[in-house]
Structures are given as C-alpha cells and as structure tokens.
C-alpha cells in the first residue's frame, strides 16, 4: 500500500514537471532569445553587421570603433552606432549598455531587439538614435563587472577630476569584512557564518548606512569592491568626445543606460540619481504607469561617478532625460537577496586578487557570480525583453511627442 502511493506521488510530480516544463516553452518567444548572445564576440559581431545594415538604409548613419587597450587582449572595442535625426536635430535618445561588462549581455541583448523593432524611418524623422555598445568590453569578454584596472566604470565616469579626490568615510570601517585579503574557499568557516558576521555588521551600523558605505563608491581602496579609480579610465577619454560631438546639434537627450543585477527577480527597476524637479516631472510623465525609484525606498543608496551623471555633464545646456534600467536577479530589495548579492560580489573581487583554494572554488564563485549579471533562465530572459518591448511601445511615443 504504502509502496503504491509513493508510486503515485511520483506519477502525480512527473506530470507535473512535465506541464510546467511544456509551459515554460510555450511561453518563451524565440526571437527574444535570439537577440541573446551568450559571449561579447559573438554579441559585437552581430550588433556590428546589424550595424552594416543601418548604414546602408540611413543617410549619415555612422559607425565608430573604440580600441580599449589592456595588457591581455588587443580585440577589445567599444562600438557606437548613430544614426541623426532627419533634418532639423530636436531629440537624441541614447542607449548605452556594459558599463558593467558582465551586465553588457542582457544590455546587448536590448541594443539588439530594439534595432530590431524599433529603428525605422518614422522613428528617425523625430529622433536620432545613438547605440554605445559595451562600454566596458574587458568585463563583458571575461564576465567582470569592473574593467581590467579593476575600476568600476559606473564610479569612474565624471569630467571634472575632483571626483577621485571624494572620500566615503564610511567604506574604511567596512574594508575588512568586504575585502577579505586572502585565498577564496567556499567551504571556510568564515565563508559559512557569512549571514550571521553580515548580520552583526547591519546591527552596529544598519542596513541603509552598510548599503551606502559600500555600494556609493571609493577611491582609496585598488583591491576594494566598488572601486571607482584615481584618473579617467581610457573608456571614459575616448567616449567624451565622441559622446559631445554627436549630441552638439540636439535640443533633447534621453539617455538610457542599461544595467542588472538590482531588485526583484525579473522585473524592470528604474533608478535614477537625485535630479531637479523639472527633471523629475518630465521623466514622470515619459514613464506615466511606472514606478520610478527616487530614492524614498528603504533600499535607496546614492552613487559618484556614474555612466548617466557624465553624459549629463557634457549636455549641460539641454534638457537632459537619464534614467538607469535595472533587471532584478536576486532580490536584492530584500535583506536576504542583497547579502547574497554582496556575497557575490564579495568572493568573486576576492578570487581575482588573491586566487581561490581549489579549482571547485573558482567555478562555483565565477558561476554565482555571471548566474547574478546574467541569470541562465530563459523565462526570465524572456520576461525582461517582453517587458522592455511593452515599455518602449508606451514610452517612445511619449518621448516623441513631448514638447521639450
Ligand atoms: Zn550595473
């Protein structure tokens, strides 16, 4: 008897898995997944013939290379594509993707589909587009989110040096627990008592002031996470230029800068910096019947140095429209999805510096790691494009026709 119902418990989870399984397909949308590419060559390549394309169509589309030196890899390129505004140059939307060069998978991926089903002739009447894709190539080739300096592009951007002169005076009481000077192994004591020793952290200093001291950025600490450099990175030299010359002629630019990483699993955050109100307003009315996180929110913490605040910096005359996208992997609204993520983050900054104990070490470290940037589910790779696919039908028009 007792035989017979496990017999049939075990049926009863076979059909089950097999429904969901047969779901889980009906569900996900090819051409989606398509856009994905699972390495930066065959990403750039692609985008780079999509490119080839466009310029074919498009009257003073241009095409334009960044070579990224490094001392391990001469093939590594920022590739920017642009294409004006038909006639009198008003508005410029720009999207920009690896600032965070293993968030530049997902961020290539939406490069990608918006070409796809976005850029056409009508489109161009009233806006140009400006595509920077993989602005990090280093940490997008080898699934780092900081570049081969081991600098955090997204603290690093700015025009004025003075940001490298900024002091968190909150980082330094945190450095030891968050980089850890020696060998990385998963199974040390240290390693297994991580939620409780984190806990005790978030006790002595709270949540939002560990969040702060640690995600805002530092510029004393090489080896530390969240690094944001002592001088420009070559990527942020190269780009200032280019990123001036082509918004000169426009009015308007709305700059999105593609991330993931941060907040719910699978949904779509929208977190930008502290802004002026006029701003504010704008950015409320493009995104009508989204949430935005203006930093209300428990979780809030403020950065120095990103990607968007300098594309800001260079358009200072315009009006200037940045928002920061965010795909959630981890849950990390929550206390538990943001010390797994620190964690992480944590172990894998850790191994790069001072190496990992056994071989298991470095694949469990680097699989966690690359699984948080760009989770491996083809649900929730489907989700976010979906999702993003549905925001742009909404937001586009409104951008468009707005009359600032
Ligand atoms: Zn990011």
Redo the contacts with the bound molecule.
Sequence with gaps: MKNKNYIIILILLLVQSFTFAQKTNDNVDSDYLKCYHNNYNAARQYFIENSNEILQKYENSKLIKIDVPSKIDNNLTIDILYIPQEGHKNKLMILSSG??GV?GHVGSAIQLMFLEKFLNENLIRKTGVLFIHSINPYGYKYNR?VSENNIDL?RNSTTSTELYNTINEGYPKVSEFINPQKRVNTKSLSNRLFTIRAIMQIIRKSMPVLRQAILQGQYQFEKGVYFGGKKQEPQIISLSPIIDSICKPYNTIFEMDL????GEKGKLHFFPNPTDSITKNNLENIFYGYKIDWGDSDDFYTVTGDFVDFVGQLNKDKIYLPMTF?YGTLNSQTTKGSLESIKRVILENQGTHYGFKTEKDKAKVKKDFLEM?YPNSKDWKNKIMKDTEELYKKIIPRFLNSNF
Aim: proline share 0%; hydrophobic share 10%.
């Design positions: 600032v965070h968030e989110r997204n991330h993931t990483g941060y965010e940037y």
